[in-house]
């Protein structure tokens, strides 16, 4: 099982420039996350999609950040226009919905940096 | 407002011995607790998950515990390894999709 795929590893970019960062489910998987860490604030839910459908955004912090699910397996985060306060590692992770406890696996994430 | 606390924020230790782990969280109501293992520059990876029946469980030479009347859980990590360098996480499920996930705490294993 390959695991949860992200890209890029990471990014690093200018302020006001778009940016959008992919992932890929484990197969099989019907509720995807993403995920914000940084040292300030830890790990941070951004928004939960359950069989392609938003079904928690309140985490999204501003309009900037958008997210789409057109596929099972196929995910993006985009910020538009990104902002220095934006450098974080984003997560995405994946999981059954109902089963082990919503056990969730995590991606390698993406390091984005804006300058 | 569901929170979860670790305790120490870092810690060294030596190759070969043991160290423990400490969370204590407020999070109702409660479903499961995790401990993951972050390693650096990569996503967590749980290492056990127990519900409010179980009191303790074993991964290798990770052990966890948990006390659901005080709300407290410990991870122990027995004859330590090099390996084990990573930032330990803390995280509180409620039942649903939701996390509560502590700070974490960073472990060093020094030779």
């Known amino acids: 099982d390959a695991g949860v795929i992200q890209s890029p590893r990471h990014e690093v970019t200018e302020m006001g420039q778009e940016v959008t960062l992919r992932c890929k489910p484990i197969?099989?998987?019907?509720?995807l996350f993403w995920y914000r860490q940084t040292m300030m604030r830890g790990l941070e839910l951004l928004i939960y999609f359950n069989n392609n459908v938003p079904i928690d955004d309140s985490g999204m912090p501003e309009d900037r950040f958008s997210a789409k699910m057109p596929n099972a397996s196929f995910s993006t985060l985009k910020i538009q226009p990104s902002e220095p306060r934006d450098s974080a590692v984003y997560f995405c992770?994946?999981?059954?919905?109902?089963?082990?406890?919503?056990?969730?696996?995590f991606g390698p994430g993406t390091r984005l940096t804006v300058t | 407002k569901n929170q979860v606390e670790q305790s120490p924020q870092s810690l060294i230790i030596l190759e070969g011995k043991n160290c423990t782990l400490q969370c204590n969280y407020t999070v109702s109501p409660f479903s499961n607790l995790r401990w993951y293992k972050q390693d650096t520059g990569r996503g967590p990876v749980s290492l056990t998950i127990m519900t409010f029946s179980e009191n303790t469980k074993s991964n290798g030479r990770y052990t966890a515990t948990l006390d659901a009347d005080t709300k407290q859980s410990s991870l122990h990590i027995t004859a330590s390894q090099l390996s084990d360098s990573a930032s330990y996480i803390c995280?509180?499920?409620?039942?649903?999709?939701?996390?509560?996930f502590g700070a974490g705490t960073t472990v060093t294993v020094r030779a």
């Open positions: 992770a994946s999981s059954v919905a109902g089963q082990g406890a919503y056990e969730q696996y």
């Open positions: 197969s099989g998987h019907n509720s």
């Open positions: 995280v509180v499920s409620a039942g649903d999709y939701k996390l509560s």
